[in-house]
T-cell receptor
Framework: GAGVSQTPSNKVTEKGKYVELRCDPISGHTALYWYRQSLGQGPEFLIYFQGTGAADDSGLPNDRFFAVRPEGSVSTLKIQRTERGDSAVYLC????????????FGPGTRLTVT | GEDVEQSLFLSVREGDSSVINCTYTDSSSTYLYWYKQEPGAGLQLLTYIFSNMDMKQDQRLTVLLNKKDKHLSLRIADTQTGDSAIYFCAESPGGYNKLIFGAGTRLAVHP
């Protein structure tokens, strides 16, 4: 019954390292979205899952970014060879099903690459 | 292309009405949204409007849509200090998919 949860809430990593960010959507929500929000900006779309498959990954900035949702529930955003420009808040949102439009957002993971 | 623009800052006196404006570019957007973000908190969906509507009212919130000019506004009546936050306008090309957000309007409410 809880909202979208994301872990960790904060992540500090060194340039060049690999990170994984996790999203637990609202139970029963079939659609899941990842966004990235840089300081002073609005969220920027990264990828959208419908069930287990990525329906739209047009927002992933390059091949260092990858996301999975193997069982159609929890999703993991993976970033390889992190760069300082990857520092941002990564937001996850979920939506219940086709025919509804509301996306519900989690609190985000603040990623800092030093 | 897809782009959403908002003014960056608005200051109002407590009790007055606030009007936050937004322009968008994608005429295929089925729904248009207003989200609120408070410091340290996630994005909260405030309201949305279907593209075939001109106006939607929800308690203190009124959304106006001018589809011809691709202009959306959010009016908050009797603005309170608890309304201080960043307000994001968003469009949804195609309806179900990604949201395209503006940069946000920071609303400051002063006594």
């Amino acid at each position: 019954g809880a909202g979208v949860s994301q872990t960790p809430s904060n992540k500090v990593t060194e340039k060049g390292k690999y990170v994984e960010l996790r999203c637990d959507p609202i139970s029963g929500h079939t659609a899941l979205y990842w966004y990235r929000q840089s300081l002073g900006q609005g969220p920027e779309f990264l990828i959208y899952f419908q069930g287990t498959g990525a329906a739209d990954d047009s927002g992933l900035p390059n091949d260092r970014f990858f996301a999975v949702r193997p069982e159609g529930s929890v999703s993991t955003l993976k970033i390889q060879r992190t760069e300082r420009g990857d520092s941002a808040v990564y937001l996850c949102a979920s939506r219940v099903a086709s025919g509804t439009y509301e996306q519900y957002f989690g609190p985000g993971t603040r990623l800092t690459v030093t | 292309g897809e782009d959403v623009e908002q003014s960056l800052f608005l200051s109002v006196r407590e009790g007055d009405s606030s009007v936050i404006n937004c322009t968008y570019t994608d005429s295929s957007s089925t729904y248009l949204y207003w989200y609120k973000q408070e410091p340290g908190a996630g994005l909260q969906l405030l309201t949305y409007i279907f593209s075939n509507m001109d106006m939607k009212q929800d308690q203190r919130l009124t959304v106006l849509l001018n589809k011809k000019d691709k202009h959306l506004s959010l009016r908050i009546a009797d603005t309170q200090t608890g309304d201080s936050a960043i307000y994001f306008c968003a469009e949804s090309p195609g309806g179900y998919n990604k949201l395209i957000f503006g940069a946000g309007t920071r609303l400051a409410v002063h006594p």
